[in-house]
Structure formats: C-alpha cells, structure tokens
C-alpha cells in the first residue's frame, strides 16, 4: 500500500524558514507526480507546489519565488523548502499523489507549520 509520511513541520518567526519532507514507500517513487497541500482552520485545501516525474515544478501564486518543492528519487524522498514565511501561510501540510495510474488520492497524515511571532 503507497504510504507518505510528512515530518519537518513546526512553530516559526515571520521571515524564517523551513523544510518539510514527505517519505513515500510502497510504490515506486521516481515516475510519481508529487504534491503538497496546505489547509488552514476554516479554509479550503489548497495545492501549494507540485513537481512530476521529470522535474518540472509548479507553485500557486501565493508561494511562488518563497517556496521550492524537489525530490530525491535515490530516497523517496519529496521536499518542500519554506523561506520568507508569512503568519497566512500557518496551515497543515499533508503529502499528495495520485500514484502510477492516477486514479486514486494517497495523503501523507499532515504536519503542522505555524508562523507567528
């Protein structure tokens, strides 16, 4: 069973800095379109960044030029580099792929980031 396991999140100053990981096992990782989500309390889920198989990359207008999602294939491994955080951008972070055929959303458990002073 595909499985995604979030970690990294934390509490962080307006201006600082993060990276979160999301491990993925039982499946193979290196053809996989990955993605990160955020929700915040209240809000809809939103897709923050999203890399395929190849390495293209794309962000929603919010983050673009603060954050950089990439990947290491060698570790199964996608990242989410946060800089230049913002109190708007406190949420859950929750893993996504929808797997080799597409069909069906997998969802890491999430980790919480909070910016605040």
């Known amino acids: 069973q595909v499985q995604l396991v979030e970690s990294g999140g934390g509490l962080v100053q307006p201006g600082g800095s993060l990276r979160l990981s999301c491990s993925v096992s039982?499946?193979?990782?290196?053809?996989?379109?990955m993605n990160w989500y955020r929700q915040a309390p209240g809000k809809q889920r939103e897709l923050v960044a999203a890399?395929?198989?190849?390495?293209?990359?794309n962000y929603a207008d919010s983050v673009k030029g603060r954050f950089t999602i990439s990947r290491d294939n060698a570790k199964n491994t996608v990242h989410l580099q946060m800089n230049s955080l913002k109190p708007e951008d406190t949420a859950v972070y929750y893993c996504?792929?929808?797997?080799?055929?597409?069909?069906?959303?997998?969802w890491g458990q999430g980790t919480q980031v909070t910016v605040s002073s």
């Open positions: 996504n792929t929808q797997g080799l055929g597409r069909s069906t959303n997998y």
């Open positions: 039982g499946t193979i990782f290196s053809f996989l379109a």
């Open positions: 890399i395929r198989s190849g390495g293209s990359t």
